[in-house]
């Protein structure tokens, strides 16, 4: 019996069978990322988070050029959204992010700045003034200004992580029907045209199964084909 369920495993050759699906998966993934081209396609989900984020730091331009920020908020939402979608290190990306908030950090804005991190915005305003003209710090708005950057950096760190989580888990949901669709189609045409019921369950198994595997596929593949030599071994 056991020589019997050997020769049955072995028969279907779970090695490659999960290479293949693991295969299919990346293709999958392949086809999602191509979706990039598209106006920034599935690299646009996500960056809402860090849209959100940033918007509470930068006021919007007001009609009157000389109390505009250095950097516009849609300036500084349109370069990060080019790193965003260039796919820039994710520690890169907040660098930028928090050097063009501090660009835009003067005494007309510090009170908005300072509502989103809790620092005091009387502090924060003398702060912003003294930076424009070069002025020294007292100790105690030193501190302050130290708080205010790791504040400002726990925050970013909040939206760029919520935003890279919502596009990666977005990426895999997407790939799984794109990975159905394929596995159907590659059965379809080696059915020449003729696909049954039970192939067509077949194609879709292993779609589903594609995605997740995707990632593990290789060792998955190499513990099946270790337990084959053990089984080889306890055989003899």
């Not at 997407?174 to 020449?192: E, H, K, Q, R, T």
């Amino acid at each position: 019996m056991f020589q019997a369920t050997q020769a049955g495993v072995s028969s279907l050759n779970l090695g490659q069978i999960v290479l293949a699906i693991g295969a299919l998966g990346t293709a999958a993934y392949g086809v999602v990322d191509v979706s990039k081209g598209l106006g920034g396609g599935i690299s646009n989900v996500g960056f809402g988070d860090i849209k959100k984020v940033v918007s509470q730091f930068i006021p919007p331009p007001s009609s009157t050029a000389a109390d505009a920020p250095a950097l516009s908020l849609g300036s500084v939402l349109a370069t990060l959204r080019a790193n965003w979608l260039n796919g820039m290190a994710l520690g890169d990306q907040k660098s930028v992010a928090k050097a063009l908030i501090k660009l835009n950090l003067n005494p007309d804005s510090a009170e908005q700045m300072a509502n989103a991190t809790g620092v005091d915005k009387a502090i924060l305003a003398s702060i912003a003034a003294k930076l424009s003209t070069g002025e020294n710090l007292v100790p105690a708005e030193t501190d302050a200004y130290g708080r205010f950057d790791l504040l400002l950096s726990a925050v970013l760190d909040q939206g760029y992580q919520r935003g890279d989580q919502r596009y990666r888990n977005s990426a895999k949901l997407l790939a799984v029907p794109v990975a159905v669709a394929l596995a159907l189609l590659g059965a379809w045409s080696i059915s020449n045209g003729h696909l049954s019921c039970f192939d067509a369950l077949k194609a879709v198994a292993a779609g589903l199964l594609a995605t997740p595997l995707a990632p593990v596929a290789k060792d998955l593949a190499s513990a099946i084909q270790a337990g084959a030599k053990v089984a080889q071994v306890l055989q003899k």
